[in-house]
Nanobody
């Protein structure tokens, strides 16, 4: 059973930083791209970033230059480092497998049945 457990969310001030973690289990992380998504109250879930199995990354325009994703296969964990946080970034952040082709990933979920509980990020002064 594919599982994702997100952690690291917190209340931070605008301009602050956070590191989110995504612990994956039930499959071989090395073979799959992993993406981060977020959902704010009353809004649809949106893609934030992805990292392919060959470590190529892709970011939504809204976070480019401020967010960085990485992966550690030994720990079966994918990270999302968030810098220069803005209030509009407040949301529940999720991770899951995403589509990839020829070493490049796309921020589209590969499966619809493996979402975790997410981790809450609140950006407020």
């Amino acid at each position: 059973q594919w599982q994702f457990v997100e952690s690291g969310g917190n209340l931070v001030q605008p301009g602050g930083s956070l590191r989110l973690s995504c612990a994956a289990s039930g499959f071989s992380l090395d073979s799959y791209a992993i993406g981060w998504f977020r959902q704010a109250p009353g809004k649809v879930r949106e893609g934030v970033s992805c990292i392919s199995s060959s470590h190529n990354t892709y970011y939504a325009d809204s976070v480019k230059g401020r967010f960085t994703t990485s992966r550690d296969s030994a720990k079966s964990t994918v990270y999302l480092h968030l810098d220069n946080l803005k209030p509009e970034g407040s949301a529940v952040y999720f991770c899951t497998t995403t589509q990839q082709l020829d070493g490049l990933c796309a921020i589209r979920e590969l499966r619809t049945d493996s979402w975790g509980q997410g981790t809450q990020v609140t950006i407020s002064s």
